[in-house]
């Protein structure tokens, strides 16, 4: 027997034991249901090694008589395989709530550590930590409070997230807390679901289907049945697939010609909106040409339809299957995606490093052209007000171009001010800009900044209200854990002023 293949403890047994009880102890081992069945504590310190493979070890019909007892656990029954597929699997759907910092999955783990390291009690015995960006901070709440600040380190027993620093201030601010429990225990179980280890099957996505299949952009329901994605019958699966499905789908929704958005208070369309959209549904939708694939079939191509994301940050990180799914709602048009931001590359230096600024690419973009044949890819890690002073993206077409903005802080305090010199050069572009914000507060205050900035100088196309297609799933503020929100919860949009001039046709009389 081979002293390299046999851990420590075996060599220790194998020096006190005669050769024959061994093997016998290990066919013994292998081929009794009760044993393989009700694992000793011992075992199960080597129960881990025969999971890396298990296919392949089934796959062997005999046992040698000179391994050790731990691998000679190769004759499993069915039943036996399948317990061990399913323990590969970290959580079941029916125990995903765990608190945070005693969760099974590590990464979890280190976000409570986060969590608890940056986020200060909501108690208004406390004093203030920084000025209340809203009405809704808790912050506000410390107006009459003496004690230091402390840090969260009591988790609530029914949301599993550390809220309070202490039980005693737990339990007298309970009541508040009350408010937005049931929404944290949701994400905890929705955090608990991504690292479960289950199969997604929400996260696969339909191909282009026949062009005569119209969509439905009634609400998610409607759209992801005509779209022809799998049925999603759990609330948790469809808060999922929202989560990612939102970006591109909110996009789609307010270009799209059977867009939800119409004329009327409750389309929430402007007159001028109509105008712009209707010069971008004029190239989104071309009417058909005849082309094909023989000579006499070939027909001159428009170019692509350019979206600038400005500010891009988690859009810019996802997979481009995701972003596939905007170019399946417009099968004829060809999509130049366009993200602009000094955090479009964050936490993917691996993925893309950053090339170097040449007199060919002066911005160094990163160009991902293989999407699908109708779609380009092109990543700035620089500020818009930048590339629009160099004339990079000159000249702006209102046919073929429109500004995405998701999230942007436009009226928060800690970034109004990288916003200042880019907002006179967006409303001088002319094209449509299409906003979205987490909150209803936030984004009525960006729409009050921008309004104050340009000082009349621009046109509302869409009324600010709830996005129809926003993500269903709520996310929490590591940094305070009573700020909740969701993904592109709103949605508006707006547009540098146009000016009409008619003909002089003299004084009338």
Known sequence: MASKSICRRCLKLAASTPTRSITSRAQHRAFSSTVSKQPSQERRIHHSSRQKAPEVESQRSHVPQDIPPYTTNLGQQPSQKHEDSSERTLLQPNNLFHPFTTSPSPQIRRRAATIRQNAYCPHPDHQATRSPISPHDTENRKT??????????????????????????????????????????????????????????????????????????????????????????????????????????????????????????????????????????????????????????????????????????????????????????????????????????????????????????????????????????????????????????????????????????LGHPASSHEWSPTLPQLLATKIPIICTGYTDYDMQRDIAWVKKEAKGEMDVLLEPAENRFRSLRWDLNDLDPGDVSCGNWGVWGFRGKRYETDEYRGRDE
């Open 144 to 409: 009459q409070g003496i004690s230091p600040p402390a840090h969260v380190r009591h988790e609530c027993p029914d949301c599993g997230i550390p809220v309070s620093c202490s039980e005693e201030h737990f339990a007298s601010d309970y009541e508040s807390h009350l408010e937005i429990c049931d929404t944290l225990r949701q994400i905890n179980e929705d955090d608990h679901d991504l690292v479960s280890g289950r199969f997604f099957p929400e996260f696969e996505y339909p191909p282009a289907r026949f062009e005569e299949a119209q969509v439905n952009m009634t609400n998610w329901d409607t759209l992801l049945f005509s779209r022809g994605f799998e049925a999603v019958n759990a609330e948790r699966s469809m808060r999922q697939v929202t989560r990612l499905l939102t970006y591109p789908i909110t996009v789609g929704s307010v270009l799209h010609e059977l867009s939800p958005y119409a004329l009327g208070k409750e389309g929430r369309l402007t007159p001028e909106g109509l105008r712009s959209l209707s010069a971008l549904r004029y190239t989104l939708h071309p009417p058909r040409t005849g082309a094909g694939v023989d000579i006499k079939g070939l027909r001159p191509n428009p170019p692509p339809v350019r979206l600038f994301i400005l500010g891009a940050r988690a859009e810019s990180s996802l997979p481009r299957e995701v972003w596939v799914q905007l170019s399946h709602l417009f099968p004829r048009v060809s999509f130049h995606l366009i993200f602009i931001g000094p955090e479009s590359m964050a936490n993917r230096d691996d993925e893309f490093p950053l090339p170097e600024r040449t007199p060919s690419n002066p911005f160094g973009a990163i160009v991902e052209d293989r999407l699908g044949g109708q779609m380009k890819v092109s990543t700035y890690v620089e500020y818009f007000h930048t590339l629009y002073e160099a004339q990079h993206f000159a000249p702006f077409d209102p046919y073929f171009d429109a500004i995405i903005l998701f999230h942007p802080g």
